[in-house]
């Protein structure tokens, strides 16, 4: 089970129930509840802090007027966790051997492939 989100405010340790999203164009600040993910310029609050929220002069507040919940428990990021550590562990298929060409072994400089590099010859 993922760890609750925490109110974004400093040294406030209470989960998170509502979100803080600024829309500067319309010089709005608006406060709903809990976005389901967490995302760039915006703010998980508490609900004291959510009920709290002033806004700069001349700045409107849009609050959600129900009442804010904690998210429901879901095991989705866990599963994702899991799921990447598993393919990080599993072994990369090994690409067929080239055979070796003696013919090319005399010059300086070759062309090979190493993983995602590629070796390129300079043009003489």
Same mark, same amino acid.
């Given at each position: 089970?993922?760890?609750?989100?925490?109110?974004?405010?400093?040294?406030?340790?209470?989960?998170?129930v509502?979100?803080?999203?600024?829309?500067?164009?319309e010089?709005? $600040?608006?406060?709903?509840?809990?976005?389901?993910? *967490?995302? %760039?310029?915006?703010?998980?609050?508490? @609900? =004291? &802090?959510? +009920? !709290?929220?002033?806004?700069?002069?001349?700045?409107?507040?849009?609050?959600?007027?129900?009442?804010?919940?904690?998210?429901?428990?879901?095991?989705?990021?866990?599963? $994702?966790?899991?799921?990447?550590?598993?393919?990080? *562990?599993? %072994?990369?298929?090994r690409?067929?051997? @080239? =055979? &070796?060409? +003696? !013919?090319?072994?005399?010059?300086?400089?070759?062309?090979?492939?190493?993983?995602?590099?590629?070796?390129?010859?300079?043009?003489?």
């Amino acid at each position: 089970m993922r760890s609750p989100r925490r109110c974004s405010r400093n040294g406030c340790p209470r989960q998170a129930v509502a979100t803080l999203t600024y829309v500067y164009n319309e010089s709005t $600040a608006v406060v709903g509840p809990l976005a389901a993910f *967490a995302e %760039p310029h915006t703010y998980d609050l508490c @609900e =004291p &802090h959510a +009920r !709290s929220l002033t806004a700069p002069r001349g700045w409107d507040v849009v609050r959600h007027e129900g009442e804010f919940e904690p998210p429901p428990p879901t095991t989705d990021d866990l599963v $994702a966790l899991a799921e990447a550590v598993r393919e990080a *562990a599993r %072994p990369a298929p090994r690409p067929p051997e @080239e =055979p &070796h060409d +003696r !013919s090319h072994s005399d010059q300086s400089h070759s062309t090979g492939r190493r993983g995602h590099l590629r070796v390129i010859p300079p043009n003489h």
